[in-house]
């Protein structure tokens, strides 16, 4: 592998309609070449990079290194394009492997028979080779693979993260259906948020809107709790560099507002504060045991953004009913606020009774939803138009 300074092509995939904000990221984190692909972001760095790419980013699900491209239309070709590979300068005879395939081609039509051959190509070449093979490990093992079969293009990357990024290592507990770590921090970086002012979640279950908030206020990396990365296992893994990446401070930030987080179940409040105290940000975010109805504002502005309940649980009428006490309780409440609101139940949105002044589709999950700010303005907006006018 390339020695520290040699910069290389690195992937990092985000959930669709996040595409933009991960870009917005790579290019703060000194990132070259970013370029926007579809749920994923293509850019250019060293080893440093990649380090700090792992640890850094909020809105990354992965972080791939393609190390070689080849044309492939059957089995055989697919054979010989893996077995191009030096395999033993990625890993010894007695490291583990596992493989993740996509597929969309005609040629292939099942992931796990190509990631099979794969399989047999990199084996075959350590027993030629050694007389020895290295075993699968599907749970940990010390080399991931991503294989991308797009019609003949076979993209082969080595996954530097592990697993998936979400998975910061601070929630250890959750509601039911909790919001992923990668979308919130996405729907706060959406919103602009950047610790300007105070933050309230008001239906905020486990807790993880209000942490990712507290972690952009605070300039913390989201990796920082995580136990390990995939490229802590690679062969040219440079410990003494991840330390002084790790251990780097110095963008580090204060915090001069307030985070709250309220929800009116008091089983998922506790289980906030459980989730808050493991990132170490317990005394940092108030959580309360409180209906959304009687969240009030704060002497001065704030943001709130929320992911009310999208109704699989709930009778039509009552999910409709719930959503307009909403649109009237934001308008009632929090005059001169904007509110973002996620939701994926668009006939339920309709009943908010409020227009949304920006909006953007986005998947959470399986489930496709909309992503909408609603300004909340001092009087009418009639009344606002006319002094505009006035002017």
């Known amino acids: 592998m390339e020695a520290e300074s040699t910069y290389f092509e690195l992937v990092a995939t985000t959930f669709k309609g996040l595409e933009g904000v991960l870009s917005n990221e790579l290019t703060a984190l000194g990132a070259k070449d970013v370029k926007i692909l579809n749920r994923a972001v293509s850019f250019n760095g060293d080893t440093t990079m990649m380090y700090k790419a792992n640890l850094w980013l909020r809105t990354a699900i992965k972080i791939i290194r393609p190390i070689h491209v080849f044309k492939a239309k059957n089995e055989v070709e697919l054979y010989k394009g893996i077995s191009q590979i030096e395999w033993s300068d990625y890993m010894d005879v007695s490291d583990t492997l596992s493989i993740n395939t996509s597929v969309s081609s005609e040629y292939f039509n099942h992931s796990q028979f190509v990631a099979l051959k794969s399989k047999d190509a990199i084996v075959d070449q350590f027993r030629n080779k050694f007389g020895k093979r290295p075993s699968i490990d599907t749970d940990n093992p010390t080399l991931l693979l991503n294989i991308h079969l797009n019609d003949d293009e076979c993209i082969v990357s080595i996954d530097s993260s592990g697993e998936s990024l979400h998975k910061r290592g601070y929630r250890l507990n959750s509601t039911i259906a909790p919001l992923n770590e990668v979308m919130a921090a996405g729907l706060l970086m959406l919103a602009g948020w950047k610790g300007q002012s105070n933050f309230i979640d008001p239906m905020c279950?486990?807790?993880?809107?209000?942490?990712?908030a507290a972690l952009i206020a605070y300039n913390i990396p989201p990796g920082i709790f995580r136990k390990e990365f995939g490229f802590e296992k690679w062969k040219d893994f440079d410990k003494e560099l991840f330390e002084t990446v790790y251990n780097d401070d110095s963008s580090s930030q204060e915090f001069e507002h307030q985070i709250i987080g309220s929800d009116i179940s008091g089983g998922a409040i506790r289980i906030a504060n459980e989730n808050a105290k493991n990132a170490f940000l317990n005394n940092k975010i108030s959580f309360k045991v409180m209906p959304f109805e009687s969240v009030m504002p704060l002497e001065t502005k704030s943001l709130i953004i929320m992911n009310p309940p999208y109704g699989e649980r709930l009778k039509k009428t009552n999910i409709n009913e719930f959503y307009q006490t909403i649109g009237n309780c934001l308008k009632k409440n929090f005059p001169g606020h904007e509110a973002w609101i996620l939701s994926g139940n668009k006939e339920a949105m309709d009943n908010i009774g409020l227009h949304p002044t920006k909006k953007q589709t986005l998947?959470?999950?399986?489930?496709?939803?909309?992503?909408?700010?609603?300004?909340?303005?001092?009087?009418s907006i009639k009344q606002k138009k006319l002094i505009k006018s006035e002017k």
């Open 205 to 212: 279950g486990s807790g993880t809107m209000p942490i990712e």
């Open 363 to 379: 998947y959470n999950g399986a489930i496709e939803c909309k992503y909408q700010c609603f300004t909340m303005y001092e009087g």
